[in-house]
């Protein structure tokens, strides 16, 4: 079993900067990969950035060049930069882990960006 804690979400206004946290239970050299996905209002659940064992990192079309996905090994945490934040940004952000034969997720962290 797999325990995420994510933290670091709240208001900001557009143009501003948020730093996600998601502590997991375990070593994460354990994980095929680790990533932050978000959900909008209405919308479905999407891929935001993913690191996987290898250090390799994945971004959503969307967030490229704003949002920096990286990692802390001797903290089991994975952390989501994200800058110049938009209010379509706004979405409740989960963190998730993917071990070869299963996956885990986090409860989410609100991110609402808004003037």
């Known amino acids: 079993q797999v325990q995420l804690v994510e933290s670091g979400g709240g208001s900001v206004q557009p143009g501003g900067s948020l730093r996600l946290s998601c502590a997991a239970s375990g070593s994460i050299f354990s994980f095929d990969a680790m990533g932050w996905y978000r959900q909008g209002p209405g919308k479905q659940r999407v891929m935001v950035a993913e690191?996987?064992?290898?250090?390799?990192?994945n971004y959503a079309d969307s967030v490229k060049g704003r949002f920096t996905i990286s990692r802390d090994n001797a903290k089991n945490t994975v952390y989501l930069q994200m800058n110049s934040l938009k209010p379509e940004d706004t979405a409740l952000y989960y963190c998730?882990?993917?071990?070869?034969?299963?996956?885990?997720w986090g409860r989410g962290t609100q991110v609402t960006v808004s003037s």
């Open positions: 690191i996987t064992r290898g250090g390799g990192t």
């Open positions: 998730n882990v993917r071990r070869p034969l299963d996956y885990y």
